[in-house]
């Protein structure tokens, strides 16, 4: 339905950004953001209808959102830096998303949005620049996009527009500690504004959530970019810092998409835990090949993955078929990939681990995961 809106946007003349803005409203952007599925889909489009959509997305939501969350928080933070810093201190707050850039040609849509926020602080002529908390970058960050996204009225979060659309409500932690399952009305402002957020797959991050790996650090590089970013790129010479970091990551991805609740979100996280024990099984054959003595994939985890990849099975069905085998389910599975992923730098311990053969083969198979992650 979105690529024929856009398509019918401009019949007969190449499409601009101005046309795809005028033919999709706010409301059918955000719901693509609702189905991880529906985004690769429009993966497979004509890069025209990408490109123009991804400026729709930009200009309609994400770039009024991370406007509205820089003037606050600067607005919020302004009297505590003058505070640490003196009177004459002037800051500038910046909101922005975090994009891994693909190899030549790659598709520029993203099936989530990770956002971080950073503080630029001038005093005396000279600059600080300093990481926002994800804490206090996500309350503001989320009511911004909510705003942006047609579900704010009147200056709260619309409860009988979001149970029209969603009517399966929220999930939260009671006091408890134990997750449940409340109507958007029993929930409090806070929780329905982010849950909205987490719903369209809106992260907010910094440096020490546990999605923030290493080697996807762009500022620990002195070129400003990411050894992931090099790695999706084709950079021979690029390498990870951190496998075990970057294993740890994708299970959190996996775990979170599950935690989310729903179908969509549930058979996502199917199709990256297919591709991660595809990458867990490239990197045990490299290190094989190569003579280190790395054990072959587990004969109940090699099933696990059979059934995981079965798209005719639904995500209910597939979780049931693994507990069979004795995983508790598809979260327990992919921090046992991720488990096997961090050990096999460990196989140092028995040899040397210093090949620049194996650091090149593993870069181009944890390039080609990364790439193919996003499609």
């Given amino acids: ?164 659309e969603m009517p399966e409500g929220i999930s939260v932690i009671d006091t408890k500690g134990n997750k449940k399952t409340i109507p958007w009305e029993e929930a409090t402002e806070q929780q329905r504004i982010d849950a909205f957020a987490q719903k369209h797959n809106q992260e907010v991050t910094d440096a020490f959530a546990t999605e923030a790996a290493l080697d996807f650090n762009a500022t620990r590089n002195a070129d400003g970019i990411s050894n992931v970013a090099k790695l999706k790129s084709g950079d021979l010479d690029a390498a990870l810092a951190d496998p075990g970091g970057l294993a740890k990551m994708e299970a959190y991805k996996i775990n979170n998409f599950m935690n989310k609740g729903g179908i969509a979100n549930q058979t996502e996280a199917y199709e990256q835990l297919a591709k991660m024990g595809k990458l867990t099984d490239d990197l045990t054959t490299a290190y094989q090949k190569l003579g280190y003595p ?37 979260e327990d599975l992919a921090n046992k990939l991720s488990g096997q992923i961090e050990g096999l730098p460990k196989l140092g311990s028995s040899g040397n681990t210093d090949n620049p053969m194996l650091s090149k083969i593993s870069s181009i198979i944890i390039g080609s995961y990364m790439n193919e992650k996003d499609k």
Avoid: C, W
Avoid at 311 to 328: D, I, V, Y
């Fill in 1 to 164: 339905i979105i690529e024929s809106k856009i398509r019918n946007s401009a019949p007969n003349r190449q499409i601009t950004p101005e046309d795809v803005n005028k033919a999709l409203s706010s409301d059918d952007i955000r719901k693509v953001l609702q189905d991880p599925s529906v985004t690769r889909e429009l993966k497979n489009a004509d890069p025209g209808v990408q490109k123009a959509f991804k400026e729709a997305l930009d200009n309609k939501i994400y770039k009024p959102a991370n406007t509205a969350t820089a003037k606050e928080l600067q607005e919020n933070m302004l009297k505590d830096v003058q505070k640490e810093f003196g009177p004459g201190a002037k800051i500038e707050v910046e909101i922005d998303s975090v994009r891994t850039p693909g190899n030549k040609g790659s598709s520029p849509l993203n099936a989530d949005n990770d956002v971080v926020g950073k503080v630029t602080i001038e005093v005396n002529g000279q600059k600080i620049t300093r990481e926002i908390p994800a804490k206090d970058v996500a309350p503001v960050y989320n009511k911004q996009f909510a705003e942006a996204s047609g579900m704010m009225k009147e200056g709260k979060f619309d409860v009988a527009k979001a149970k029209a």
């Fill in 294 to 330: 790395a054990k072959d994939m587990p004969v109940d985890m090699q099933r696990a993955l059979d059934i995981v990849k079965d798209r005719n099975l639904s995500p209910g069905t597939r979780a049931l078929e693994l507990q069979k085998l004795g995983f508790q389910g598809p």
